[in-house]
Nanobody
Framework: QVQLVESGGGLVQAGGSLRLSCAASGRTFSSYVMGWFRQAPGKEREFVGNINQSGGVTRYSDSVKGRFTISRDNAKNTVYLQMDSLKPEDTAIYYC????????????????WGQGTQVSVSS
């Protein structure tokens, strides 16, 4: 069982930056693939990216590649989402997720979810 708590959301102007954090409970954090998804009003949940257990491999959706960076600190049981060059279309609730081994983009394959944090980007 993994419990996830996101923080760091807020309101930012277009072109600005935010860093989201996701703190995980439990002693097995380093054994989980960690992912980030987002959901805008009226839209389906969208894969943002993920990071493997060691932190050595990351994957991103085309819509955020080159602007967002995922990292993790296994000693602190925390995963981060650094978001730069933000655009109004990045406005959404951002969710931290975890699963034991799946590294794809299907949200249904992620077993554990945080409560989400709102990111709003003004134009």
């Amino acid at each position: 069982q993994v419990q996830l708590v996101e923080s760091g959301g807020g309101l930012v102007q277009a072109g600005g930056s935010l860093r989201l954090s996701c703190a995980a409970s439990g002693r097995t954090f380093s054994s989980y693939v960690m992912g980030w998804f987002r959901q805008a009003p009226g839209k389906e949940r969208e894969f943002v990216g993920n990071i493997n257990q060691s932190g050595g491999v990351t994957r991103y959706s085309d819509s955020v590649k080159g602007r967002f960076t995922i990292s993790r600190d296994n000693a602190k049981n925390t995963v981060y989402l650094q978001m730069d060059s933000l655009k109004p279309e990045d406005t959404a609730i951002y969710y931290c997720t975890a699963n034991p081994s799946y590294v794809g983009s299907n949200f249904q394959r992620y077993a554990y979810w945080g409560q989400g944090t709102q990111v709003s980007v003004s134009s």
